[in-house]
């Protein structure tokens, strides 16, 4: 089993900045994704980020936070983060993070989550 925890949310205002973390523990060795999801009130969970533990250059983005949000991870530390740029009211969710073994690219298939933390972004 892999366990993930999640920390970093928060209010924010329109334009800031939040960087969120995910610490990992357990049998980490059997992943190789560390993905970061959404879910906004009313809506389905959507994908947002995703990095591979073994190749940090290796990263795959939803078009919705291209360029304003970076994906990255310290293996040593089993951590994955999320910094968000130029956040936008639409951004507001729970951000969960997830881990799977696979493709980066790949959306689905995960079978680790967070239990989530939360971003509001005030316009």
């Known amino acids: 089993q892999v366990q993930l925890v999640e920390s970093g949310g928060g209010l924010v205002q329109a334009g800031g900045s939040l960087r969120l973390s995910c610490a990992a523990s357990?049998?980490?060795?059997?992943?190789?994704?560390m993905g970061w999801f959404r879910q906004a009130p009313g809506k389905e969970r959507e994908f947002v980020a995703a990095i591979n533990w073994n190749s940090v250059s290796n990263t795959y983005y939803a078009d919705s936070v291209k360029g304003r949000f970076a994906i990255s991870s310290n293996y040593a530390k089993n951590t994955v983060y999320l910094q968000m740029n130029s956040l936008k009211p639409e951004d507001t969710a729970v951000y969960y993070c997830?881990?799977?073994?696979?493709?980066?690219?790949?959306?689905?298939?995960?079978?680790?989550w967070g239990q989530g933390t939360q971003v509001t972004v005030s316009s």
């Open positions: 357990g049998r980490t060795f059997t992943t190789n994704i």
């Open positions: 997830a881990a799977k073994t696979g493709l980066v690219g790949v959306t689905n298939g995960y079978p680790y």
